[in-house]
């Protein structure tokens, strides 16, 4: 995978990303729309394919990029498809900070160093290039507005970001709303992008692990969520005066 393309964990991060403060909306959510913009892109790399609400892979071959890599080495460890809905619901301590970094290395974000409350170190970044920005968000706008299926990167990017809450940061107030509906409409035009949104969703709102089965005895259904609310299972703390990263 040649790195002319961003990944849609870097373009969902991006979205997140405030200009104004230098922190990540949604940040408890969004590591798990990162998790779950990993299998997207590599199911458009042809890496893994969709089994049912299961993961499997199809080519174990690098893509080239190290964190896709990383994942789709566990995935092919695991040895049988996988569950969508257990593979974002594992930890995923870290995986923002990772890619945070990734982008600074690319150079499209900068760190900003600070300090919160005149005490802890913080870290927070902007973009160095807002027109990469501008770009992502011009496409979720036209595909928002026209209402021309959008190719699958773009609609797998609008489920993921329906998924984490990116609603309400990029539309907000009352004026957003049928955005924000358009916005959650667009799941429907990628089957990969909208099998992985519905598990975000699934992890957030803590639906059971187990699939549910027809009252016909038929196959088993995967449950989905409706809509974007829910909590996160908080995550241990570790170390009380470790350097802040603000997201």
């Known amino acids: 995978m040649g790195r ?10 991006l979205l997140a990303l405030d200009p104004a403060t230098g922190t990540t909306a ?7 729309g990162l998790a779950g913009a990993q299998l997207v892109e590599l199911a458009l790399a042809g890496r893994i394919a969709p089994d049912g609400d299961r ?12 964190t896709l890599d990383c994942a789709l080495e566990l995935l092919r460890r695991r040895g049988a498809p996988v569950r969508a809905v257990h593979w974002i619901g594992g930890p995923r301590l870290g995986l923002r900070q990772t890619y945070l970094s990734h982008l600074e290395r690319c150079g499209m ?8 409350c005149g005490v802890l170190p913080t870290t927070r970044y902007q973009a160095t290039d807002t027109a990469i920005s501008r770009e992502i968000r011009a496409r ?16 797998a990017l609008a489920a993921l970001a329906h998924a984490v809450g990116l609603g309400k940061h990029l539309y907000p107030g009352n004026e957003g709303r049928s955005s924000r509906s358009r916005l959650r409409d ?18 957030q709102n ?14 088993p259904q995967q449950v989905r969520a409706t809509t974007d609310g829910g909590r996160v299972p908080s995550q241990p703390r570790r170390g009380s005066m470790a350097r802040v990263v603000a997201h």
């Open 4 to 13: 002319s393309r961003r990944t849609i964990p870097e373009e969902l991060l």
């Open 26 to 32: 949604q940040p408890q959510s969004l590591d798990l």
């Open 55 to 66: 993961i499997a892979v199809v080519t174990p071959r690098p893509t080239g990029d190290p």
């Open 109 to 116: 974000v900068q760190a900003v160093a600070g300090q919160m």
């Open 140 to 155: 979720l706008d036209s595909a928002i507005r026209t209402g021309v299926p959008p190719d699958p990167r773009t609609a």
């Open 186 to 203: 667009l799941i429907r035009h990628d089957p990969m992008g909208g099998l992985v949104a519905h598990a975000v969703m699934d992890v």
């Open 206 to 219: 803590g639906v059971a692990a187990q699939p549910r089965r027809s009252p016909a005895g038929g196959r």
